[in-house]
């Protein structure tokens, strides 16, 4: 699969702690608050979570201003080291946005340490060709909100290559 797709590749610093940004990443509650693009949410209630290698994540987003849409993401996780790394292979189903097919994506996410107690991302995804400008417009949004939800985060840098 990641031979043949696009891949993004993300580097994004926040003003947070590594062990914080880890758990928006891991934690429901947290996820819930951020993840996505502006406008959606997450019902916590579809949400389940087992963080480890061979474990999962599971959630179902909901687009208020467009009450058909239910995207389904779940994430076989198959490289989790606490704190520093999430790597796995997301299914997307569900009730998806015109255009937009049923697909599974690679993801991993990087946590690394910076000066002053700030963490930097770095983050590779591989796409279909067809999500990759939608996907890269939901990254852009889910970090204002990110940023929102980390205390005292805002953003150092961002560089994203397609």
């Given at each position: 699969?990641?031979?043949?797709?696009?891949?993004?590749?993300?580097?994004?610093?926040?003003?947070?702690?590594?062990?914080?940004?880890?758990?928006?990443?891991?934690?429901?509650?947290?996820?819930?608050?951020?993840?996505?693009?502006?406008?959606?949410?997450?019902?916590?209630?579809?949400?389940?979570?087992?963080?480890?290698?061979?474990?999962?994540q599971?959630?179902?987003?909901?687009?208020?201003?467009?009450?058909?849409?239910?995207?389904?993401?779940?994430?076989?996780?198959?490289?989790?080291?606490?704190?520093?790394?999430?790597?796995?292979?997301?299914?997307?189903?569900?009730?998806?946005?015109?255009?937009?097919?049923?697909?599974?994506?690679?993801?991993?996410?990087?946590?690394?340490?910076e000066?002053?107690?700030?963490?930097?991302?770095?983050?590779?995804?591989?796409?279909?060709?067809?999500?990759?400008?939608?996907?890269?417009?939901g990254?852009?949004?889910?970090?204002?909100?990110?940023?929102?939800?980390?205390?005292?985060?805002?953003?150092?840098?961002?560089?994203?290559?397609?």
């Open positions: 699969m990641d031979g043949d797709n696009p891949q993004i590749v993300i580097s994004r610093v926040v003003d947070a702690p590594r062990e914080l940004v880890y758990r928006a990443f891991t934690d429901p509650d947290h996820l819930a608050a951020w993840w996505g693009p502006i406008g959606n949410s997450i019902p916590r209630e579809e949400m389940d979570f087992d963080v480890r290698p061979g474990g999962y599971r959630w179902t987003e909901v687009f208020p201003a467009q009450p058909g849409l239910r995207v389904e993401v779940h994430i076989d996780l198959t490289d989790v080291a606490d704190g520093e790394l999430l790597d796995g292979v997301a299914h997307v189903t569900g009730q998806l946005p015109e255009g937009i097919e049923p697909h599974e994506t690679r993801m991993r996410v990087e946590f690394h340490d000066a002053d107690g700030r963490t930097r991302l770095e983050i590779r995804q591989w796409l279909p060709g067809r999500v990759v400008g939608p996907a890269d417009q990254w852009n949004e889910a970090f204002s909100k990110l940023d929102t939800t980390l205390r005292n985060a805002h953003p150092v840098a961002v560089d994203i290559e397609v």
